[in-house]
């Protein structure tokens, strides 16, 4: 498990999305939207705006805290890393 620091902008819940052909319903997410420091290969940071997919206990958690650093456990894959909540 890794831990990620960032930088709490917004939080917000996506709608249900209904599959048209197989009526298959997906429940919303509640996401955290994160601005993180990303360091380059010339040794500067820049910084990004990530959203990652929570549980609503962590989402309710730091829904009050807009605007402060807050911790969120994560995991990663692909190669450029893309973060999703734990």
Do not use: C, W
Not at 50 to 69: A, M, P, Q, Y
């Amino acid at each position: 498990m890794l831990k990620l620091s960032a930088v709490l902008l917004n939080t917000f819940k996506t709608d249900e999305y209904t599959n048209k052909e197989t009526g298959a319903t997906t429940p919303s997410r509640s996401k955290l939207q994160l601005l993180i420091k990303k360091p380059t290969k010339n040794g500067s940071v820049k910084q990004e705006l990530i959203d990652i997919s929570v549980k609503d206990e962590v989402f309710l958690k730091h829904k009050d805290s807009i605007g402060k650093t807050i911790e969120v456990d994560v995991g990663y894959f692909g190669q450029n890393i893309t973060f999703f909540g734990i």
